[in-house]
């Protein structure tokens, strides 16, 4: 294996005083080959793995503060330029996650929060360390004291973004929006429910549990409208009541798509009727529903 000394020797005298420069080594301009050698190969500034891996673009004619500031650059790159990057992947994941929670159990990340409340008010970094106690601390009682206080800040930090990201996810949004809307219980209950088997891509029960929704809409509508149905009707059944006593086809066109979805998930993959509802499909059966909520407002 070639010294430090045989390998700086491999360099030229300007080389070595660019070297030198880069990383604050001390030396004259007037100084010979050899004593640039020595001067830089005494320093504990820059290793001998650390020459080899300038070497090469050094010796093939690059220059000697651009090659440093290329490598540095290279190995900030795939360093911490890569861990930021999978950081905030993560915390992209993470976000997910809690948004899913949150659209499937409302109130998640407000107990979330409350406990990066707690954490931000701990007693570790609102209040300083009484003498008393401070000077009988052990050396690991004082590590202890110093990753927790690092822990209460630090923490918090990085998990409130990641709150506010999930909280503005579209299914946590589409879930605050039917809460806030006040509906009747069970246009609620149901309209709940297809949001909840949207955000975790349950396509199937989402229309399925929309269908249901309009079904109380629809009696809900023909109720105040003064007009018959039976009790025990469905979708179908309530769609033929309200088009014979009330007649909005726009309305209809959007409530029978509704209709023809749930009609075909309910036949039991029977053909023609065997396949399975895509995601379009229950963003359909959503814009079907807002149009429906918002021509026949219970």
Request: proline share 3%; net charge positive.
């Amino acid at each position: 294996m070639t010294s430090k000394r045989g390998t700086l020797a491999t360099l030229t005298r300007e080389q070595l005083k660019g070297l030198a420069k880069e990383y604050d080594i001390s030396f004259e301009h007037s100084w010979t080959k050899e004593q640039l050698v020595e001067s830089i190969a005494s320093s504990h500034s820059i290793t001998i793995d650390g020459i080899n891996a300038l070497l090469h673009k050094i010796t093939n004619g690059g220059d000697v503060a651009a090659t440093v500031r290329s490598v540095r650059q290279d190995w900030y790159q795939e360093t911490v330029v890569a861990a930021f990057s999978q950081v905030e992947a993560l915390y992209g994941r993470i976000s997910e996650a809690i948004a899913l929670k949150e659209a499937t159990s409302p109130g998640y990340v407000t107990d979330l929060l409350s406990r990066i409340s707690v954490i931000k008010g701990a007693k570790l970094i609102s209040e300083e360390i009484p003498d008393h106690v401070k000077k009988q601390l052990s050396s690991r009682q004082w590590t202890g004291v110093k990753s927790a206080s690092a822990l209460c800040r630090q923490v918090p930090r990085q998990i409130d973004p990641t709150l506010q990201q999930a909280s503005q996810d579209p299914s946590v949004r589409k879930v605050i929006e039917i809460r806030a809307r006040g509906l009747p219980t069970r246009i609620e209950y149901y309209a709940m429910q297809a949001a909840k088997s949207f955000a975790a891509s349950c396509y199937d029960a989402s229309i399925v549990m929309l269908a249901r929704a309009l079904e109380n809409l629809l009696k809900h509508h023909l109720t105040a409208k003064g007009k018959a149905y039976r009790k025990e009707a469905t979708l179908g059944e309530l769609v033929g009541v309200y088009r014979k006593e009330v007649g909005d086809q726009k309305v209809l066109e959007k409530i029978l798509e509704v209709s023809n979805m749930d009609r075909v998930i309910s036949a039991h993959d029977i053909p023609p009727f065997d396949r399975q509802m895509a995601e379009i499909d229950a963003q359909h059966a959503w814009t079907a529903f807002d149009i429906a909520l918002r021509e026949l407002p219970p």
